[in-house]
């Protein structure tokens, strides 16, 4: 029997969704009710406790009378409900990034998973770290090796670190896609729209104080704008991941800004005094000093 929704509620879900996945956010999942258990539609939404913005905004929007609207049988009236993801339940980062990793599981949801990846490049580093860089995607020595920027790039990306003051290990790493693109080409479209909801899901956990864009791929997906590096780089973004709280007072203040990858710089070394002009702005905000010469 094909489900009869009220119209206004149809609409207001509609819009919705299309809200959502113009934020980043494509995971919508269903709650499964036996049928002497389903609720309407609007009660089963305002159940649920910790709610993103987008849907705080959906309870709000919702008109009251439509808490009236006759519960279905559960097959019909399992709307997808939108549920925070599994990782906002708990407050350490490490089991945080734990839960989004299982949620990734061995991936298959876009087709990078069939073109040669050996495995899922999730990220590394320090889940609380106040600095975070993120990268386009896996080259062949990271698929081998199943740890962001450990190739040549990531030789050149760990001196910039080490520049800055700070050791590999104090930042958080991770990249747009988690799976390597066939020839390193860049990711498609429709695989960094889909893997990206990952990465916002990182960094809202690390919930580091600067995200450092590394290259127009992570810089023009992180701020979803579409503009060239000259326009990007030289400021920093107020920057809240799609998905996460705007709300919530620990994003005030978290900066995103945008340097060359490490792989253009080692095409191009002339414009490191460029990179370095980048860096010098996150450390002064971040209040760090560059290493001593002896160091
Ligand atoms: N280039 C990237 O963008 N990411 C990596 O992890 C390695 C190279």
């Not at 809200?19 to 309407?40: K, N, W």
């Not at 009251?64 to 097959?75: C, D, G, H, I, R």
Request: include cysteine; charged fraction near 25%; glycine fraction near 6%.
């Amino acid at each position: 029997m094909p489900t009869v929704l009220d119209p206004d509620l149809r609409r207001a879900l509609a819009e919705r969704v299309r809200y959502c996945h113009e934020m980043g956010i494509y995971d919508f999942y269903r709650r499964e009710r036996p049928v002497s258990d389903s609720v309407p539609v609007a009660s089963a939404v305002a159940e649920i406790d910790d709610l993103s913005p987008p849907l705080q905004e959906l309870r709000e929007e919702m008109p009251a009378k439509k808490s009236t609207v006759a519960a279905k049988p559960a097959n019909e009236s399992s709307l997808p409900i939108l549920t925070p993801h599994p990782e906002q339940a708990v407050t350490d980062p490490v089991a945080a990034l734990k839960l989004i990793r299982e949620d990734l599981g061995d991936c298959t949801r876009c087709k990078l998973h069939k073109q040669g990846r050996k495995q899922i490049v999730f990220g590394v580093g320090n889940p609380r770290a106040e600095l975070m860089f993120v990268g386009e995607g896996p080259g062949a020595d990271e698929d081998t090796q199943g740890e962001p920027f450990v190739g040549r790039a990531g030789q050149l990306l760990n001196n910039m670190i080490k520049a800055m003051g700070i050791r590999r290990e104090d930042v958080y790493i991770a990249n747009v896609v988690k799976c390597r693109p066939p020839g390193n080409r860049t990711p498609e479209r429709d695989e960094t729209e889909t893997c990206s909801p990952f990465l916002m899901r990182q960094i809202a956990v690390v919930k580091p104080k600067v995200v450092v864009a590394l290259g127009a791929v992570a810089a023009k997906n992180l701020l979803a704008m579409n503009a060239s590096m000259s326009e990007l780089r030289g400021r920093f973004y107020d920057f809240v991941p799609a998905g996460a709280r705007s709300s919530d007072p620990s994003w005030q203040g978290t900066k995103l800004a945008v340097t060359y990858h490490p792989a253009f710089l080692l095409r191009d070394p002339r414009q490191k005094g460029e990179a370095w002009k980048d860096l010098q702005m996150v450390m002064k905000f971040l209040g760090l000093e560059p290493p001593k010469k002896s160091e």
